[in-house]
T-cell receptor, first 110, second 114 residues
Framework: AQRVTQPEKLLSVFKGAPVELKCNYS??????LFWYVQYSRQRLQLLLR??SRESIKGFTADLNKGETSFHLKKPFAQEEDSAMYYC????????????FGPGTRLSVLP | DTGVSQDPRHKITKRGQNVTFRCDPI?????LYWYRQTLGQGPEFLTY????????KSRLLSDRFSAERPKGSFSTLEIQRTEQGDSAMYLC????????????FGSGTRLTVV
């Protein structure tokens, strides 16, 4: 069964500090992993996908199949990064429905 | 195109009443998804359409829930005989048939059953 876990409900860091939001998954095939972000009073939006290996707003995430992890990292947190972050998994084949983790609230303190 | 639109934004209803929500996806997107999100949880998949065909339904979608996308454009989600446990944010998302851009979500409809 597909499952995504995010062990931290809340993560607080100071501005300028590194941040790592953890995500682990279980899936029998080759999944596609995504990070979605929801800023206060805004809709859920795609942050990045593992398949594109891109850096968005300074965030990166590497898929580690051995550890079944897809942690989100940023070397220097900014106050505007404060938001809810959801890790999501999609099965093989684009368009398969997503399984979301419970989310981690990131709070970047001044 | 202003993205995915959902209507209404908020709905308060009495237990036992029927409610219907509407979603207008991005016009060129073939796929449309419904998710439900309760407090402290990530979105949970309910159902999805490819054009007008409903291709998958979650076990979360009880007999009281029905979704349609009659012309492959907008979609409606109806909940009959609402229960307090139906209180949640109902999210709609759309995506193109091919491509790796992920979903585009709407703002959601918040349902409160009293």
């Amino acid at each position: 069964a597909q499952r995504v876990t995010q062990p931290e409900k809340l993560l607080s860091v100071f501005k300028g500090a590194p941040v790592e939001l953890k995500c682990n998954y279980s899936y029998s095939g080759s999944p596609e992993l995504f990070w979605y972000v929801q800023y206060s009073r805004q809709r859920l939006q795609l942050l990045l996908r593992h398949i594109s290996r891109e850096s968005i707003k300074g965030f990166t995430a590497d898929l580690n199949k051995g550890e079944t992890s897809f942690h989100l990292k940023k070397p220097f947190a900014q106050e505007e990064d404060s938001a809810m972050y959801y890790c999501a998994l999609s099965g093989q084949g684009y368009g398969q429905n997503f399984v979301f983790g419970p989310g981690t609230r990131l709070s970047v303190l001044p | 195109d202003t993205g995915v639109s959902q209507d209404p934004r908020h709905k308060i209803t009495k237990r036992g009443q029927n409610v219907t929500f509407r979603c207008d996806p991005i016009s060129e997107h073939n796929r449309l998804y419904w998710y439900r999100q309760t407090l402290g949880q990530g979105p949970e998949f309910l159902t999805y359409f490819q054009n007008e065909a409903q291709l998958e339904k979650s076990r979360l979608l009880s007999d009281r829930f029905s979704a349609e996308r009659p012309k492959g454009s907008f979609s409606t989600l109806e909940i009959q005989r609402t229960e307090q446990g139906d209180s949640a944010m109902y999210l709609c998302a759309s995506s193109p048939l091919m491509g790796g851009s992920g979903y585009t979500f709407g703002s959601g409809t918040r349902l409160t059953v009293v």
